[in-house]
C-alpha cells in the first residue's frame, strides 16, 4: 500500500465499507469538511442500525476510479434523527492500491464513441493498456455494461477504427459526462497500437 495525501477528495455520494465487530458493512459517503470531518450513512445490519460509541476507531475502505482506498478514523458523533449519520474524523493518511494492471496516464486525444445510443463525440484524457476514461459534452444514453465502438487518431499517428470497448462507468457531471471504459484485448491489432502509444507515454521514450 501506498500513503497518499489526506486531502484527496472524498467521492460524496459514492458507496464504502466500513469494518465492524459485525463485519465489513455497506455505506454512503455524505458530505467532507477538510481536514474536520467525513459524513457517511450509519451502516446497519438485518437487526437494524448499528449503535456505535464515540471515540471508537473504525477502518473505511472505498474504491474510486480503479483505485481501492482505505483509511482508519474515529467516531465523532452519531446522528440517528432526521436520519442515521456518523461523522468521522478527517483521516490523517489515506492509503491506497491500484486494482488497474497498468497505470493511467493523463492524454488528451479526440475519440468518436458509437453504439445503438448513437455518437457520442469527445475525448481521452487518461489512457493505459487496458482502457481509458472518456469525456464528453452533455449527457449519454449510454449505460454501464454496453458495448460501443471507438475511432480516434493517437498522437504519434496510428489510426484507431471500430475498436470494441465495454462501458464500465457513467457519471454525469455538470455539463458533461464521464465514462470509464475497458478496451477489448482479442482486437489484436487496435490494442497492439494502443499498448505502443501507451508504452510511449509511460516511460518518456
Known sequence: MA??????????????QIQLDQGK???????YSYPKYILIDGPATRSGPVV??????YVVRFIYMGLVY?????LMKQYTTPINIWVLRYPDEIQTVNLRKSERVDTFIPAILKNDAGVITGAIVDISEGGGFFVAPGKAAIQPGQTARMDMALPNG???????CKICTVKPNGT??????NFN???TANS?????FYLLLATGA
Open 52 to 57: 456505535a460509541v464515540s471515540g471508537t476507531l
Open 70 to 74: 482505505g483509511y482508519e478514523s474515529m
Open 185 to 187: 484485448q482479442l482486437d
Open 25 to 31: 458493512l455497506p455505506s454512503f459517503f455524505r458530505g
Open 158 to 164: 496510428e489510426k484507431i477504427t471500430d475498436f470494441e
Open 3 to 16: 500513503t497518499v495525501k489526506s486531502e484527496v477528495s472524498i467521492p460524496v455520494g459514492e458507496p464504502c
Open 176 to 181: 458533461k459526462v464521464s465514462l470509464g471504459i
Open 192 to 196: 497492439q497500437k494502443i499498448r505502443a
